[in-house]
Structures are given as C-alpha cells and as structure tokens.
C-alpha cells in the first residue's frame, strides 16, 4: 500500500517536499493530496497530478501523514479545524518554524502523533538537510516513517525539540545565505571579467564541490582550506580578505539570529 501523503499549506517548502518525495520514488505525486487558500497553487500541485481537496479536513481523512506546511502563525488554527479527523492513526508532521510540539499537540488533541521536522528546500533536488523530533503520543514506526520519506531525499537527524531552532538557524534557513554567497561570488567573477553564466555556473558547483568533500571525506574543513591555500599563493590573499571583512564572525552572528528568532516565534 503506497504512502499517502498530504500537504495543508501549498507554499514553496511543501513544494520542494512533494517534488523531492515523488522524484526519489518514496511517494508520488499520484498518492498525494494537497490543501491551500490560494486557488494557483492548488492548479500548479494538480497539474503534476496531486490530488486536490476542498479542506483540510477532507485531506486528512485521505491521507497517512499530514505535512502542515503554512506559516507558523496559522499552524494551531489548521490543527484546531482538523481535529475532528485526527486520531493516533494520522500522522502529523510540522515543518513550521517555531512552533512548539506542546503547542501542536494542544491544538490536535490527545492521543494524536506529531512530529515536528526542519527541512530546506534543497529538498526539492533530492539534498535535503533535516532535522525532526517526535511528540509524546509518537511510536518507533511513526519516526520510521518520517525517516524513511526524508532520508530517500537527502537526510534527516534526530534531535531534542529544544535544538530545533538552532537547527533552523544552520540549515532550515542556510540555503538563503548560501545562495547570497554564491551570487557574490558570481558578482566577483563578472568584476574580474567572466561572463555571468560562466562566473555563475562556477560558483555554484563550487559550493556543491566543497560540501561534497566535507561530507564524503570527513575531514576538518579547516584541514581542506589548508589544502587549497598555497604560501604566498592567491587563496591566501583571498582568505586574508575575507577574514578582515569578518566572514566568520557575520556567519556566526546570521544562525544566531536566525535561530534567536526561532524562539520568538515559539514564545507566540
Ligand atoms: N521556505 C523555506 O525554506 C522553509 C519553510 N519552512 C516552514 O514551512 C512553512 C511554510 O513556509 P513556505 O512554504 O515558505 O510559505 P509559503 O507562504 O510559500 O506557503 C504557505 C502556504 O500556505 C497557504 N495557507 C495559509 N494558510 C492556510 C490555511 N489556513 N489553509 C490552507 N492553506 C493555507 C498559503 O496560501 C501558502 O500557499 C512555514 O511554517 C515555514 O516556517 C521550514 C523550512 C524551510
Ligand atoms: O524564513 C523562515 O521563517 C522559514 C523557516 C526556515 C526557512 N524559512
């Protein structure tokens, strides 16, 4: 039997999921239901054949899990409207930022799973970087679940609720700052005479080479700049330019306050 999954909240995050999901082959878009206010966003789910429904409620009586997937300050009303359709047989898995399990779980009712995930929406080309933490009224096979979906497309970690926003401050939020970067980088190609694509197309893959030797060889980043910095060379003057201009220290401070602003919104 396939996973049914739906979406309560059709915006860009849930997007990025159900493209994710269908292309890794973990769930079609065919088995999928969608929810949203706005009627082109509901056309644009359809026309890559998932299934729409009048409400939330509808949706949940079709479906397995229940991603909620509107902005923070909605998620309790959503969860308020629904609670006649949800028991300890629906799943339900929050990517709202901030919002707390306790929160979540007051607004379903008892007895109700909830599992609350920070994606990114490199999820959409199958690169997600996630971390989820269950609720009270959650079993091994409702975390299971949720693993299997998000490690199909990338992977997912298991942390206590309390890092959540830590988590969104690093990755929830990080492929922003990382698309600023690589547009800065392209930007300084274009100074030093590249065309835009060309500059562009570098940058990019190399964000997505570096990462990858991260992650593949396990070393020390510190340990890999080292091995692009030649004495006297030209990475060298460029890492000593970046670092007057306190590279590091503005990273630090933007998860930070990310992260900070994840609390804010729990507090709401
Ligand atoms: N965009 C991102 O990179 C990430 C977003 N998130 C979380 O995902 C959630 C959604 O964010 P986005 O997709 O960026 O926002 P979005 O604004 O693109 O999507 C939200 C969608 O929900 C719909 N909506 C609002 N209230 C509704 C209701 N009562 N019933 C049905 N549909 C309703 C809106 O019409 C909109 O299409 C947020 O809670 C955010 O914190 C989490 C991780 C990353
Ligand atoms: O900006 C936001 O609030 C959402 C949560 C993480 C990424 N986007």
Not at 50 to 57: E, I, L
């Amino acid at each position: 039997m396939p996973l049914r999954v739906g979406f309560v909240g059709s915006g860009m995050m849930a997007e990025a999921l159900a493209g994710g999901f269908d292309a890794s082959g973990v769930a079609a878009f065919s088995d999928m239901c969608c929810v949203d206010r706005n009627q082109p966003r509901l056309d644009l789910f359809a026309s890559w054949g998932v299934t729409p429904c009048a409400t939330a409620t509808e949706l949940a009586k079709k479906c397995d899990v229940i991603f909620i997937a509107v902005k923070p300050y909605g998620v309790a009303a959503v969860l308020e409207e629904m609670r006649p359709a949800l028991s300890k047989d629906t799943l339900v898995v929050s990517i709202a930022a901030g919002v707390t399990i306790a929160t979540m779980e007051a607004a379903a009712g008892e007895g109700v799973p909830i599992i609350r995930v920070m994606p990114n929406t490199p999820c959409l080309v199958k690169c997600v970087a996630a971390a989820m933490s269950a609720g009270r009224y959650c079993d091994q096979t409702h975390a299971d679940t949720v693993s299997t979906l998000f490690d199909a497309v990338g992977k997912i970690h298991q942390v206590k609720e309390s890092l959540l926003n830590a988590v969104t401050g690093v990755s929830g939020s990080g492929p922003a700052y990382v698309f600023q970067v690589i547009e800065a980088m392209a930007d300084g190609g274009v100074l030093a005479g590249l065309p835009r694509g060309v500059a562009q197309d570098l940058a990019a893959r190399t964000v997505m080479g570096a990462a990858k030797m991260v992650i593949e060889t396990g070393k020390h980043p510190g340990a890999l700049k080292d091995g692009v910095t030649s004495p006297g060379g030209t990475t060298i003057a460029a890492v000593a330019e970046l670092e007057r201009c306190g590279v590091r220290s503005a990273f630090m401070r933007a998860v930070k306050a990310a992260a900070d602003r994840g609390e804010e919104l729990s507090k709401q």
